[in-house]
């Protein structure tokens, strides 16, 4: 596969996934908080509404476009040497580069787009009392996770090309779900942290914020965006430059 831009990369990488295991696991992905949003919805009330706003943002912006992005984002490069067309790619001018950043948008479209179906599918089972607002703000956080979190994997898959998926694993299980929950500065460099601000900032749980400044932060919106958009610049930026540099194996080398 020879491109030249990363959506011709985007467009042949769409095609060529429309498998019936990719597919499958789209629907798992989507009916995986659908199914517990429904099973909460038979047995606990709906007032106070503030619990099922947490519950679907960790079950979507977090866990959902997570594991999507594990499996879709973290391989960009791995799939390419193992199907021993990683050469001709680093052959070609930016090629390596315009593959990473193609794989890199293919993976946000497949994963977001079964998150925006789950968050739909969950507040329309909520009902009412969930409203437009916690709707729109579960699909933006879930737009800025995916394309923030992509980043991240895309970069871990570049260094960690023989172990990608163990070292995705475990930088999100320390990382993500460890240090940003960690009362110290340290915790405001991760991904999580600056998108849980955000969903108590305009879902106005001011109260939240101020008994759980560790875990909702005291920024601004702004301060959030800001910082959401420098890492994902810097990630992707680090990726490409490390991917143009390095000289992978192929499998006749192994």
Not at 121 to 131: D, E, K, Q, R, T
Not at 168 to 180: H, K, P, Q, R
Not at 213 to 226: D, I, K, Q, S, W
Request: aromatic share 12%; charged share 15%.
């Amino acid at each position: 596969m020879i491109a030249t831009l990363p959506l011709d990369v985007m467009r042949f990488e769409l095609g060529r996934s429309l498998t019936i295991g990719r597919i499958a696991m789209w629907f798992l992905l989507v009916a995986f908080p659908v199914a517990l949003i429904a099973t909460l919805r038979s047995v606990a009330p709906i007032d106070p509404i503030e619990p099922w706003g947490i519950t679907l943002y960790f079950l979507v912006p977090e866990v959902v476009c997570l594991l999507g992005l594990l499996l879709w984002a973290t391989p960009a490069i791995s799939t390419e040497i193992e199907g021993q067309t990683w050469i001709y790619l680093a052959m070609r001018r930016s090629g390596r580069s315009m593959v990473l950043l193609g794989k890199y948008l293919t993976a946000v479209a497949w994963t977001l787009s079964a998150a925006i179906t789950a968050i739909t599918l969950s507040v329309l089972i909520i009902g009412p009392a969930a409203g437009f607002q916690m709707w729109w703000v579960m699909c933006v956080l879930a737009i800025l996770s995916c394309f923030a979190h992509a980043a991240l994997y895309v970069l871990i898959g570049v260094i960690f090309y023989k172990r990608t998926m163990v070292s995705a694993v475990f930088y999100t299980l320390a990382i993500e779900y460890g240090v940003s929950f960690v009362p110290a500065l340290i915790n405001k460099f991760t991904i999580n942290y600056r998108l849980r601000g955000l969903l108590a900032q305009w879902m106005g749980w001011e109260e939240a914020r101020s008994r759980a400044e560790n875990v909702f932060g005291a920024e601004p919106a702004e301060t959030h965006l800001l910082v959401l958009f420098a890492l994902t610049i810097t990630l992707l930026g680090v990726a490409s430059f490390k991917v143009t540099r390095t000289e992978y194996p192929t499998q006749q080398e192994d």
